[in-house]
């Protein structure tokens, strides 16, 4: 009897003290200063000394001098400039007004369209002065507005070795960027131990796989000890210092597409999409190696949406004022998951400087594209609609397709092992 009492006080001791530790790792928080974070593992042994495992710092500042990246020269097509129409909507007005400078700065003052853009909240005057019925827009859309010009939000967390190797064959093939919020561990832990894990495929090409996060909103509870703790084990946790919005989207994929070029300028191809989604990586793969090299440098290519155009009922997610924006949208990848060529990144990053944010961030990236004069190209493998109801279990439908939306964890988990399952005959 005693000694088994002194067992389990010795347990609850050595709880309680791992409860402390973690407790005081937490509390330090999301700390991009931080060179390196210790992390105290407890172990239950026979002297009940503390082990300590020295964790690898996640944030490093950069060793690269701050010299900004070369932009590449550019052509914007002039079929975009006639698609977009000239006409008293605000953002319509913007974009038309930064294809003339487009103009003067290549033909003349040489000028980095970086500088343009300074981060300070536009001022409600301003707007009001050019949007009349500003009044009648939906809160958060007066907040997308106001942040407009913001494009430059810091790095709160850093995955800068991500894309490195010493050798050249181990370059990076295949780059997973997937959109994701703090809250939303359990799809992130499902996408690793699936189509999101990290690697060496056939042929031994590389995959490698980041989430992209923005911070919680105020409401939310504060989950940045949990996020900081997750991204120093599984290292793949990009976060800048941005609300995680919906209208925030279009700013994650410029903050995203810097990133490439800073840190994983040389992978072949990029998978972005959502963090809800299943794909199939070894279908994807073998679509990218299908490609000819034509095709692979031009890559842009999804479940494609042909002839949209805005919706103008407040209720829905997607509701465009009439006074925002007027005109079609141009074909665009859904922005559930689709696949481009990293070959194409310093002219998109280029490019967005002349496109004034929209709060959609497909169509946005449509509108990129399309000024790079990149046509979509459609997919039938990428279902971002979702696929008959009776399919959605059956591994073998699956086998030819790339991209499903959406799937819960579980509903990941399940389909991906009948898809490996060695029992499987399709
Ligand atoms: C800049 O050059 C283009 C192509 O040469 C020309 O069409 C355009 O009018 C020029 N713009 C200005 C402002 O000089
Ligand atoms: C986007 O993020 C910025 C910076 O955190 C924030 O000020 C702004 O309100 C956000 N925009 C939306 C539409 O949530």
Known sequence: MRVKYSKLLILALASTLCLVVIYST???GVHPQRDLIEIQS??????????????????????????????????????????????????????????????????????????????????????????????????LYKDFLKGMECRDPPVVIDQPTKCESGNEAEQVFLLFAIK?????????????????????????????????????LQDDPNLDQLISLEAQQFRDLIVWDFEDSFYNLTLKEHVFF??????????????????????????????????????????????????????????????VPQTFYEGPYPPYAGGGGFLFSGHLLPYLYHVSFYIPFFPIDDVYTGMCFKALGINPV???????????????????????????????PQQTMRLWRNMHSSMLTC
């Open 258 to 319: 810097k990133w490439m070029l800073d840190n994983c300028p040389q992978a072949s191809f990029v998978f972005k999409g959502d963090d809800d989604v299943f794909a199939n990586t070894q279908a994807i793969l073998n679509h990218l190696h299908s490609l000819e090299p034509a095709q692979a440098s031009s890559l842009y290519t999804g479940q494609i949406i042909s002839d949209a155009a805005p919706l103008r009922d407040q209720k829905i997610k997607y509701y």
């Open 26 to 28: 937490l509390k330090d």
């Open 180 to 216: 994701s919020t703090f809250n939303h561990f359990e799809r992130r832990q499902a996408v690793r131990e699936t189509w999101g894990r990290e690697g060496s495929y056939d042929n031994g090409v590389q995959v490698r796989t980041v989430f992209l996060l923005g911070r919680s």
């Open 378 to 408: 459609k997919h039938s493998g990428f279902q971002t609609f979702d696929i008959r109801e009776q399919d959605r279990e059956n591994a073998c439908v699956h086998n030819d397709l790339l991209l499903v939306h959406q799937r819960t």
């Open 42 to 139: 407890i172990t239950t042994d026979t002297n009940r000394k503390p082990t300590t495992t020295k964790v690898k710092p996640i944030i490093k500042k950069k060793s690269k001098n701050d010299t900004p990246l070369e932009l590449p020269p550019l052509t914007i097509s002039e079929d975009f400039m006639k698609y977009i129409p000239k006409n008293g909507a605000y953002w319509n007005r913007k974009l038309h007004s930064l294809l003339r400078q487009f103009d003067v700065a290549e033909n003349q003052t040489r000028e980095d369209p970086r500088h343009w853009f300074q981060c300070k909240p536009e001022s409600f005057e301003l707007l009001q002065t050019n949007i009349q019925d500003i009044q009648s827009y939906p809160p």
